[in-house]
Structure formats: structure tokens, C-alpha cells
């Protein structure tokens, strides 16, 4: 009997998710009647061949349980399978005879897809190219960015803005002849989802910066938005596409209580079955179009709010022909509809991080990680954590102090193995709305923002050393080595990474008060962190450059938020850095 294998999705013909070089650790209960002794091994197999890539002998937990890691060396499909047989007397061979095994019994194949590297560690920046003159001024920021530590630079949508029902300053329902309106409003007699806003610039621009990005190693990830302005050529084109009134007339799009007057949405049921095919296919023809720019990463506009099916459909149709694409659900939904569009095909998912500012708690901080890195959702699962994004200015970034951007930084970036900024995070940006409304004051989504980006006293030098830190320690690029310690304060959070091999292994202690002084003693767990559980050993502060001596599980930490609100320790004796 072999059963419950892990890493699979809730659904077998979906696909649980690994990258390039990370160990997949599998495990399964297996078991058969009466005495007799078991034995078994993991096959990994690429799709398309019948040799394994991987074998591993699985190793017994207890209980049944059993064990094994394997590592994928190539993108693309694979499948796991178990294999048990009894061991009988006088069996020889590697692996206790499975060539000569009676009873060899396998279990039903789980599917893994294997992506590149990217899809699981990578720092994000995202800014608004019309607010920099376009993609030529965008290329310009290009080094900044990079040597900040930044890996991916994701731009709102690049098309034309349609001009019937155009937002004006602060979402404002009038707007004025030299107001730019919302970039997720699509559409103009320029052009839809396959053109460039003019003021933008070019296809040869668009190349332009393509190209610089990827000569500072860097790439572009574009926002793909599935919806209309009312001046959109498919309107005209194709208004059996869109959901309608009875009067006729076609409905804007809703997201109470946000009414998006500029905005219509697509039906993605039309009544015939034709329209349905043809709209999908124009819909996939978008991100065909920006593929052939080069472009391998796409930020999905509310994926929730179209069909399961499609997301499923057009993924796997892209990933069948180019299997490096990512997608990036911004699905700030419901947890089940964000797990089942992981489920469906999304490389990551925008999470709650946002608004989980508390250490302890059903929605603090230490349980969400728990969920996110150790139950079965990580199977197929990954979150990319924002502070703050030009929708959402929330928990203590509004009107806070630099340290609240501080501290956010820091839990975002090693919590997370991806993680983003919105563009004048690093210049404290802290104005909302109003009282009750998370969206920033003066949004960029419906005007344009001149920042000088050197002014002194920004945070560019913390953000530069987090991701410094991040791109030297390989236990910071994942995700399900992570454990929390107790404290005794809440206010002040502990939890370390390992990575795969254990050799590298990273403390983090944050204050999570951006106002005060906080003190506390870290209990720790010595043996977990392959530290002495006698004598003294020394820890090493990436951020400060400083060196402490510890001795024993517990720790003591004073952390003041107008000096520094964070430690990152490493833990790796011998290799303290200069």
C-alpha cells in the first residue's frame, strides 16, 4: 500500500511545484500485511522519457512514514513515482533488488512542475514608466535599481488609455484635458492589449529597456490585465465579449464597494461556444505577442475574478510552448480561491504579509508563515510578499515613521524568498487616502508622481544590503526551512533559515515596534541550529558588521528602532565577513 505521497496537489491532474536544483523532499506512507520488511525508492521522470533523471532510496520516518529527496535538473513537466517491494532472503543488487523483486508494486503517478529559479527567489520593483518619461527615462533608472539588489522590474499595463469615463486625480470621476487617467483602463483608437501607450514610447523603446535590464541582470515583468476601457477596439469589435445590461448597454466593472466606471469587464462565458474560443484565444494572443518581445514574467490584474478554467487553460497552453514564463497572482482574495489558482497553474501568489503586522495570533505573523511554509498549500503554493503596492498602503506605513518601512523591509525580504517594493517605499511615502481608505493619497494610478530618488536619508542603503544579504546566504532563497523561536516580548520576532545542505543558517530578530525600544531573551533550539550546545559560539550581524558571543538557548536582544530595527545573524561559525 502506497499512500498520501506529498509534494501532489489537492487535484491529480494539476501539478505540485519545484525549481531547478532545489531538493523536493517526498514523502508517503507506505505499508503491506503481516511482517515481512519493506523497501522502496522515489523515481523523478522528465516528461517525454522513460528513464528516470532522479532516484532516491526512501528512508523510514516511523509510523510507516518514509522519506526520500530528489532534485529536478531541467523547466518543465515531471512526474514522481513511489515503488515498494517486500525484501526477501538472499536479494541483491543497489537498493535491496529491485530488479528482482516479486512484488514490486508503484504508486500512481503525482505531477511536479519544475520551474527556473525565479519563480521561487527573486526581489521585485515595481514603478510607473510614464512617471519617468517613458521607457527610455525607465531605462535610465535601470542601474539604480540594480544596484540596489533588485531582480525584477514589473511595470503597470503599457497600453493606451481609453478617454470615456477617465479618473481623474484621486480616483475623481471628472477628469481634466492633461490628466493621464488609470493604466489598467485599456484601450484607445491607438490601440488595446497589444499596443503602447504613445507617451511610453516605442517597440524599439520597449527593446531599449528589455535589453538594459538584462544587461544590469535584471528582467521585465509586465502587468496583464484581462479588461477594457469603454473606447477598447474589441468593444466595437466584439461586444458579445463583455457582460451587458438588460437595457443593452454594457456593464462597468465592480469590486465593492469600488465601482471602476472606466472599466469593463470581460465575459468570459459568452453564449456560444465560439465566441467563448475566440475570445480566449484573443486573450492568449496578448501574451504570445509580449513573449515574442522577450518578456518571461507577467503580474496577473484580479485573477480571481475570471474563471478557474481559463487560468488553467492559457497557463498550461503558454508553459507547453515556453516553459520559463512566469505568472504572479495578484489574487488579494479569499484563502481558498488563492490557493486553487496556485493550484491552477500561477508560479506565485500576492499574500496577506500586508496586513499581518503582530507576531502571535490566528492572523499574526508566526501562524500565516506556518500555513504558508509547512502545510500541504507549499506543495503547490508560493508567496511573494509586498509591503505595499499602489493600491494598498496599510498596518504601520500609514503617516509611520521610517522605521515602519524599516522593519517591513526586512521581515518582507527573509520571510519571503520574493518579495517587492512599490516604487517610493524607499523614500517613506506614508500619506493614505483618508482615515478609512488603504489606498495612497495623490495615487499614482491616476496621475503622475515626480520623485527625486536622492534625496539623503532614504532607505536605498538598507534596502541595498537586505538584498546584498539575501543574494550571499542560500538559506534566504527558500521558503520551508524556516522556524520561529519564542521571545519573551512580542514585540520582537525571531526565526532562522537553513539552507538545503545545512551548512548556511541565518537568525533574524526584528522589533516590530517602529516607535519604541524593545528588549527580550530568544529561546533557542541549539541543536536545530547546529550550534554548541556547550560552551560559547559566535553569531555575526550582516547588517551592523558587528560580532556577538552567545552561550546557551537563551539570547539576548535590545533592539531601538531610531538606531537599527533588525539583527540578521549568521550562524555559520568561522565565516564572519569583513
Not at 500500500?1 to 517526498?26: L, T
Not at 486625480?169 to 491607438?190: H, M, R, V
Not at 464597494?257 to 453564449?271: A, C, G, H, S, T
Amino acid at each position: 500500500m502506497i499512500e498520501d505521497i506529498r509534494p501532489r496537489a489537492p487535484h491529480p491532474s494539476r501539478s505540485a511545484k519545484a525549481v531547478v536544483g532545489e531538493p523536493v523532499a517526498v514523502t508517503a506512507v507506505m505499508f503491506r500485511d503481516g511482517h515481512d520488511p519493506i523497501t522502496g525508492r522515489v523515481l523523478l521522470y522528465a516528461e517525454g522519457r522513460t528513464d528516470p533523471v532522479a532516484v532516491a532510496p526512501l528512508e523510514p520516518l516511523g509510523n510507516d512514514e518514509w522519506t526520500a529527496t530528489v532534485v529536478a535538473s531541467e523547466i518543465g513537466p515531471h512526474r514522481l513515482e513511489v515503488q515498494g517491494h517486500t525484501v526477501r532472503f538472499g536479494m541483491a543488487g543497489e537498493l535491496h533488488g529491485f530488479d528482482d523483486a516479486v512484488d514490486l508494486t508503484p504508486s500512481d503517478p503525482v505531477r511536479l512542475w519544475v520551474d527556473r529559479e525565479r519563480a521561487l527567489f527573486g526581489a521585485w520593483y515595481e514603478l510607473f514608466p510614464r512617471s519617468l518619461g517613458g521607457f527610455r527615462g525607465t531605462a535610465e533608472r535601470v542601474p539604480a535599481l540594480a544596484a540596489m539588489g533588485f531582480d525584477v522590474l514589473y511595470v503597470p499595463p503599457i497600453h493606451p488609455i481609453g478617454r470615456t469615463f477617465r479618473k481623474g486625480p484621486n480616483n475623481s470621476l471628472e477628469a481634466g484635458p492633461g490628466d493621464p487617467g488609470s493604466p489598467w483602463a485599456i484601450g484607445s483608437k491607438e490601440g488595446g492589449h497589444t499596443a503602447i501607450h504613445p507617451e511610453l514610447g516605442t517597440e524599439d523603446d520597449l527593446v531599449h529597456l528589455i535589453a538594459e535590464l538584462r544587461a544590469n541582470g535584471m528582467e521585465l515583468a509586465l502587468d496583464y490585465a484581462l479588461q477594457c476601457s469603454p473606447d477598447h477596439p474589441w468593444v466595437g469589435e466584439h461586444p458579445e465579449w463583455f457582460h451587458h445590461r438588460p437595457d443593452g448597454t454594457i456593464a462597468c466593472a465592480e469590486n465593492p464597494p469600488k465601482i471602476y466606471q472606466d472599466i469593463y469587464p470581460l465575459n468570459f462565458w459568452p453564449d456560444r461556444e465560439r465566441d467563448r474560443e475566440a475570445m480566449w484565444s484573443a486573450c492568449k494572443a496578448v501574451l504570445d505577442h509580449w513573449i515574442s518581445f522577450g518578456v518571461r514574467i507577467f503580474r496577473v490584474d484580479n485573477p480571481h475574478t475570471k474563471p478557474v478554467a481559463f487560468w488553467e487553460w492559457v497557463i498550461s497552453e503558454v508553459q507547453a510552448e515556453h516553459p520559463d514564463v512566469l505568472f504572479l497572482a495578484e489574487a488579494f482574495t479569499r484563502p481558498h480561491v488563492m490557493a486553487r489558482l496556485a493550484e491552477a497553474g500561477f508560479s506565485q501568489s500576492y499574500t496577506y504579509f500586508t496586513w499581518r503586522t503582530e507576531q502571535h495570533g490566528e492572523e499574526g505573523i508566526w501562524a500565516y508563515m506556518e500555513e504558508l511554509a509547512h502545510s500541504p498549500r507549499t506543495d503547490y503554493m508560493r508567496p511573494n510578499f509586498w509591503p505595499n503596492t499602489p493600491d494598498i498602503l496599510s498596518g504601520p506605513l500609514r503617516n509611520g515613521p521610517p522605521s515602519a518601512f524599516a522593519l517591513r523591509l526586512v521581515l518582507a525580504a527573509t520571510l519571503s524568498p520574493s518579495y517587492g517594493l512599490y516604487s517610493g517605499y524607499e523614500l517613506y511615502e506614508n500619506q493614505p487616502a483618508s482615515e478609512t481608505n488603504e489606498e495612497y493619497l495623490d495615487s499614482e494610478k491616476y496621475q503622475i508622481r515626480l520623485r527625486d530618488f536622492d534625496q539623503p536619508g532614504s532607505l536605498v542603503p538598507l534596502i541595498t544590503a537586505v538584498n546584498r544579504i539575501r543574494r550571499y546566504h542560500p538559506a534566504l532563497r527558500r521558503l520551508r526551512s524556516i522556524r520561529f523561536f519564542p521571545t519573551t516580548n512580542p514585540q520582537i520576532i525571531a526565526y532562522a533559515k537553513t539552507s538545503d545542505d545545512g551548512s548556511d543558517r541565518v537568525l533574524v530578530v526584528v522589533n516590530l515596534d517602529p516607535y519604541g525600544a524593545q528588549e527580550a531573551i530568544i529561546h533557542l533550539d541549539l541543536t536545530a541550529l547546529r550550534l554548541p550546545t556547550a560552551g560559547s559560539y559566535v553569531v555575526y550581524d550582516e547588517l551592523a558588521g558587528e560580532t556577538y558571543t552567545w552561550a546557551g538557548g537563551d539570547a539576548y536582544v535590545r533592539l531601538d528602532p531610531t538606531q537599527r530595527v533588525a539583527h540578521l545573524f549568521s550562524l555559520n561559525l568561522g565565516s564572519e565577513r569583513q
